[in-house]
């Protein structure tokens, strides 16, 4: 019998360690095949579960009839975004929003999973409640953002904001309102060409700006459109 043969036999030693590094291959190709299909379905099925009725309750700050609309793009997980809303939004609504010339609708462009979870359990909260609970979630951002057990933490959060812990898990891992954020996701990217966050977009679309900015940044382009509605 040839010498070659008997040397990679399946009694061989090194055969059996070529075959267990074969088997270990395999199982990660597997591995990442399955989370493959897992992306596939984020991107796919769940705005599929969406287009079947459930849609993202819009959270709104300001009167109807306010001649400046600003809808705010933002991930949960984005510290730029976080900035803005803890120091950069309040001087705004003071000047803009409680005085009748602008309304901000707060829309959520989550970048990763985390996030993804964490604004389909803030659209569970009471209307009244929701932008208290955005801004307990920026104050605390990296407290439940980097922790080992995210959920845990903002289910705690939620609780505090009056939700049950029941239903708070439930929204947390609701594929259908996953499904419509994931949607609304898509469709910013295809309308206003939203690529990062925060982005911010005012009168549908008149006026862009990327980025956290400046107080100033937005005066700017605020009383530029307040000029031209009058």
Avoid at 13 to 28: A, E, F, K, Q, T
Avoid at 114 to 141: G, H, T, W
Avoid at 160 to 184: H, T, W, Y
Wanted: charged share 25%; net charge neutral; with cysteine.
């Amino acid at each position: 019998m040839p010498r070659a043969f008997l040397e990679f036999s399946g009694n061989n030693p090194l055969y059996s360690r070529i075959h267990d590094s074969n088997r270990g291959v395999i199982r990660m190709a597997k591995k990442a095949a399955l989370l493959a299909v897992l992306g596939l379905l984020l991107v796919f099925a769940l705005p599929v579960m969406a287009a079947q009725g459930t849609a993202v309750p819009e959270r709104v700050l300001g009167k109807e009839r306010a001649p400046v609309v600003m809808e705010e793009f933002v991930s949960l997980t984005c510290p730029h975004c976080a900035d803005f809303f803890l120091h950069t939004m309040p001087e705004l609504e003071k000047r803009y929003v409680e005085t009748g010339k602008m309304r901000i609708i707060l829309r959520d462009y989550p970048l990763d999973g985390v996030s993804l979870k964490a604004a389909a359990l803030a659209r569970c909260m009471p209307a009244d409640e929701y932008y208290p609970f955005i801004r307990i979630l920026y104050e605390n951002q990296r407290a439940w953002a980097t922790a080992s057990n995210p959920d845990k933490t903002l289910i705690q959060y939620a609780r505090l904001g009056g939700l049950d812990e029941e239903r708070a898990k439930f929204c947390l891992n609701d594929p259908a309102m996953q499904g419509a954020i994931v949607a609304s996701l898509n469709e910013a990217q295809q309308k206003y060409d939203v690529k990062s966050t925060p982005t911010f977009v005012f009168n549908n679309g008149t006026e862009k700006m990327e980025g956290a900015g400046k107080l100033e940044n937005f005066t700017a382009v605020l009383d530029r459109l307040l000029a031209h509605s009058r």
